[in-house]
C-alpha cells in the first residue's frame, strides 16, 4: 500500500524488530490507563554530529549530539499487557541508552517501581498537559499532511500555517477527555473535560458485547445499525421532521431510547447495533461539548487527538456532523494522523539537544505498514487505514 509519496514498510514480529543494524536511542513513554504509547529513535550507519559538525563517539547517552539521519518509531501496547511493553523494550535494547526515560501520564508514577526492577531503569516524569502539547505543536509544525478534515467519507489534508496556528482547542480523547486550549509553545490552558472518553466506550462495549479489544468493538461497530437502538426524532412526530429548531427526522433524539419501550433483554439485540449505538452516543457528545468549549473562547480550529479515533471513518464523521452542526457550519473538527502519541511525542522532546530544530527544517517522510501481518500484542483492525498504525517518521 504506497501512494502519495509516502514510503511504507512492516515489522512482522517482536523479534524481527531487533535489528542489529539500527542504533536505537531515546525512548519516550505516554503511559495512559488504557494504552500505554511509545516514541523512540534509532539511527543506522550515519551517527548523530555534534555541536561542531563532527561524527559523534557511539557511545550511548552521548551528549551535545543532533540527529541527523534516522527514524521516530511510533508503538502501542494495551495498560493491562504492560509485559509485552517491557519486553519489547527489552528486546530492542531501548533500557541500555543511560539510566533515565522520559515518561508522562499517570502510569508514570503507577508502574515506576516495576520499570526500575524489570528494565533497572527511571522514569523521568514530564508533565502530563505539558507533553500533550508540546506533542501536538510538533507534530503540527513539521509533519506534513498531519492535519485533515473528514465530512460524507470525503477525507481533506490540511496546510497548517505556523504563523497562524494559535490559538486552538486541542480535544484529546483517551479513556477520559481533556479540552486544553493552546496559545502557544508551552501557552496553554485546560479549560474543559469530560470523564465519557475512549475508556467508556471500551468499558460498556465489554460489559455489553464481550468483545475483549477495543479494535475488536470499533470493527463491531462498523457492522452495526444504531437506528434498531437509538430513538429518532422521525420515531417521535411520526416519520417527520422538526424543522422548526432544526432537526431531520433521523436525528438522535435518545441514544438507547428504543430499548425503554420495548419488552426485550439485552440478549435481544445485535451486538453490532449496540457497539454502533454506542460509539455513536459517545462521539457525539465529545463533539458537541468541544465545540462549545471553542465557542466559550471563540475558537474556529479544533484538533482531535488521542487513541479513541483511531481513523474510523464512523466516528470522524461523527464527530465531524456534531461539530458542523452546533456551530452552523462556522467550525470544523481537524483530526491528526498521529492522534495517539502527542504525549509520547512531547515527553520525547524533553531530551536535551534532540536535534527537532534540525527535524523542523526538514520535510518529515512517514513510514507506514503496508502488511496485513502484525505484532503479537497488536489487534489490528482494517478499518484504521493508514492513520494510527505502528510506524515510524524519517528523518
Not at 505539558?130 to 510538533?138: E, I
Not at 482531535?304 to 456551530?327: C, E, K, L, P, Q
Request: aromatic residues 10%; glycine residues 10%.
Amino acid at each position: 500500500m504506497e501512494g502519495d509519496g509516502i514510503q511504507v514498510e512492516r515489522r512482522d514480529e517482536i523479534a524481527s524488530l531487533n535489528s542489529s543494524a539500527d542504533e536505537v536511542s531515546h525512548l519516550a513513554l505516554d503511559i495512559g490507563g488504557t494504552l500505554i504509547k511509545m516514541v523512540y529513535f534509532s539511527s543506522n550507519s550515519d551517527w548523530p554530529v555534534d555541536d561542531e559538525g563532527k561524527r559523534s563517539s557511539k557511545e550511548k547517552g552521548s551528549k551535545n549530539c543532533n540527529f541527523v539521519n534516522g527514524r521516530l518509531h511510533f508503538m502501542k501496547f494495551e495498560t493491562r499487557k504492560i509485559n509485552d511493553c517491557l519486553q519489547f523494550i527489552s528486546s530492542k535494547q531501548l533500557h541500555h541508552y543511560g539510566t533515565y526515560r522520559f515518561a508522562t501520564g499517570g502510569g508514570a508514577f503507577k508502574f515506576a517501581d516495576l520499570f526500575k526492577e524489570k528494565l533497572e531503569i527511571s522514569l523521568d516524569k514530564v508533565e502530563e498537559m505539558d507533553s500533550l502539547v508540546a506533542g501536538a505543536n510538533f507534530l503540527l509544525k513539521a509533519v506534513d499532511r498531519e492535519a485533515f478534515t473528514y465530512m460524507d467519507g470525503e477525507k481533506e489534508y490540511l496546510q497548517i500555517d505556523h504563523n497562524d496556528l494559535y490559538p486552538y482547542l486541542l480535544v484529546n480523547i483517551g479513556s477520559g477527555v481533556s479540552m486544553i486550549k493552546v496559545d502557544g509553545d508551552g501557552v496553554y490552558e485546560r479549560v474543559s473535560g469530560t470523564s465519557i472518553g475512549g475508556g467508556t466506550f471500551w468499558g460498556l462495549g465489554n460489559l455489553l458485547t464481550k468483545c475483549k479489544s477495543f479494535d475488536e468493538l470499533l470493527e463491531l461497530s462498523h457492522q452495526g445499525n444504531n437506528r434498531v437502538i437509538d430513538m429518532l426524532v422521525g420515531d417521535i412526530y411520526g416519520g417527520m421532521d422538526y424543522s422548526k429548531i432544526g432537526l431531520s427526522s433521523t436525528a438522535i433524539a435518545s441514544s438507547f431510547g428504543k430499548a425503554i419501550s420495548e419488552n426485550k433483554e439485552i440478549e435481544d439485540y445485535r451486538p453490532e447495533d449496540v457497539a454502533r449505538s454506542l460509539l455513536r452516543m459517545i462521539s457525539n457528545n465529545i463533539g458537541q461539548i468541544s465545540y462549545l468549549n471553542a465557542l466559550r473562547f471563540g475558537l474556529k480550529r479544533i484538533f482531535f487527538g488521542g487513541f479513541f479515533i483511531r481513523g474510523h471513518a464512523y466516528t470522524m464523521d461523527t464527530i465531524a456532523v456534531a461539530v458542523n452542526f452546533w456551530s452552523k457550519g462556522e467550525a470544523k473538527a481537524m483530526f491528526l494522523r498521529h492522534e495517539g502519541f502527542l504525549g509520547a511525542m512531547g515527553a520525547f522532546m524533553s531530551y536535551p539537544n534532540n536535534g527537532l530544530d534540525h527535524l523542523m527544517s526538514k520535510q518529515l517522510v512517514e513510514q507506514l505498514p503496508k502488511s496485513a501481518c502484525c505484532p503479537k500484542h497488536e489487534a489490528r483492525s482494517p478499518l484504521l487505514g493508514d492513520l494510527t498504525e505502528n510506524g515510524s517518521i524519517e528523518c
